[in-house]
C-alpha cells in the first residue's frame, strides 16, 4: 500500500476480517434481508454445528465459510419450525415458480 509493503499472517488476516466484519454490520445501508438476484458465493456442504443454550427456546446454528470462518445464527424455535419445514419440503411438491422459501 502507497509503496509500503508489510507481511501479514493468518492471524492478522483474521483480526481484519473480523474488524470489517463489525464495521460493516454497524454501517448503512444494512445488508438486504434476501439473497441477492443471480450468482453469489456458496459453500458446498458446509461444516455446521447445532447447539441448544439452556436459557434460549431455539437452537444455535453455526455454519462454517472457508474464508470467513464460522458464523453462528441463534434461531428461535418459530424459526426452528419455518426452517425444518422448507429444508423438509421436497422442490417436485412445490408450486410452479416457486422454488425459494424465506422467513
Known amino acids: 500500500m502507497a509503496g509500503e509493503s508489510s507481511i501479514l499472517g493468518v492471524q492478522d488476516i483474521e483480526a481484519m476480517i473480523e474488524q470489517l466484519a463489525n464495521i460493516r454490520a454497524a454501517m448503512q445501508p444494512a445488508r438486504p434481508l434476501t439473497p441477492p438476484s443471480g450468482t453469489y458465493p456458496m459453500e458446498l456442504d458446509p461444516c455446521w454445528r447445532v447447539d441448544r ?40 411438491t412445490m408450486p410452479h415458480g416457486e422454488r425459494t422459501l424465506l422467513n
Open 53 to 92: 443454550l439452556r436459557d434460549f427456546d431455539g437452537a444455535v446454528l453455526s455454519l462454517r465459510h472457508v474464508g470467513k470462518g464460522w458464523t453462528a445464527f441463534a434461531l428461535p424455535a418459530s424459526s426452528l419450525a419455518s426452517l425444518f419445514e422448507a429444508l423438509s419440503t421436497l422442490p417436485h
